[in-house]
């Protein structure tokens, strides 16, 4: 299988297998003229729609585009540029808590990709393995999986659309995910970012069922308290009380924000900002939300 040929607008040559999960699995790929990328096959099941892999998302910013798509013999087939590591390799070779500048720039990444979206664009299965260092941004991939996976599992099953440690408690009572079950997850990544380790440790199933739903998030140590009020209003149970204002920050106005001395973002800047109530109000079209956003014309007079 790994020498053959698969036909979409390009012709790519599978290569070898890279990894594999409950839905699909990805392998290196080359085209025509060598160039080099990444392939998912994702298995054809009955009564899962097609669209429902392919979200409107192509050309947005931090978000991984998908290069060439289609059908080959039992599978729906992504393809993808190669990216350099995802976030979860990244912090297993760090392996301890990131310096909280470099915390804060790959949230604030994260955080614009979720802005670009439009409102009824949601990933649901957002964590590190879905974060990709790409073009030296952190970027996200694989939207449209998650959806897929719950298109194609009884209500009971549902759970196999998400991941354990960053579903919200919406995904867990089976209710429609919503720009808000993004906002949790995001919650959840920069509550381990900041701290080091994830708000809830499981391990089981129904551990995690049960701290998402009831248990109280633990407070965040060692950041700007406005920072940390921030990561606690995400991780809001009631998806309704989660941020959603949307006010976005342009990606050329981040320079003000950096650190001479460490080239990340200053996190005593941004909470200068988020105290005078000028910054972090971040959303996905209208209604939807998220965080970590500056108005562009309070940067413009720093």
Excluded at 44 to 63: M, T
Excluded at 78 to 93: G, H, I, T
Excluded at 131 to 150: K, M, P, S, T, V
Aim: contains cysteine; glycine residues 6%.
């Amino acid at each position: 299988m790994n020498s053959a040929i698969i036909e979409l607008r390009r012709k790519w040559e599978l290569g070898q297998k890279i990894d594999e999960g409950g839905f699909g699995r990805i392998h290196e790929t080359t085209n025509e003229d060598g160039s080099p990328a990444v392939i998912k096959l994702i298995p054809k099941v009955p009564k899962a729609a097609r669209e429902l892999l392919f979200e409107p998302i192509s050309g947005l910013p931090n978000i991984v585009p998908v290069i060439d798509s289609g059908e080959w013999e039992g599978y729906y087939v992504l393809v993808m540029p190669r990216a350099e590591k995802s976030l979860r390799q990244y912090l297993n070779e760090f392996g301890s808590k990131l310096p909280l500048g470099e915390a804060i720039q790959i949230l604030l990444d994260v955080a614009e990709a979720l802005a670009s979206l439009q409102q009824d664009v949601v990933h649901r299965d957002l964590k590190p393995e879905n974060i990709l260092l790409y073009q030296n941004h952190w970027c996200l991939a694989d939207f449209g999986i998650a959806r897929y996976a719950e298109a194609t599992t009884a209500p009971d099953t549902h759970k196999r659309a998400f991941s354990y440690p960053y579903a919200a408690p919406e995904q867990w009572k089976v209710e429609r995910a919503t720009s808000a079950t993004d906002v949790y997850a995001f919650g959840i990544i920069a509550f381990e970012l900041l701290q080091g380790q994830r708000p809830f440790s499981g391990p089981a199933p129904w551990d995690y069922k049960d701290q998402h739903l009831n248990r109280p998030s633990p407070p965040l140590a060692g950041c700007p308290p406005s920072i940390a009020a921030l990561v606690t209003e995400c991780l809001y149970k009631p998806s309704r009380a989660r941020p959603v204002e949307p006010h976005y920050l342009v990606s050329e106005h981040r320079t003000p924000f950096r650190s001479r001395t460490t080239g990340f973002l200053d996190p005593r800047v941004l909470d200068t900002c988020c105290r005078r109530r000028r910054y972090f109000r971040l959303g996905g079209g209208k209604g939807a939300g998220m965080i970590l956003y500056v108005k562009s014309s309070f940067m413009l007079q720093m």
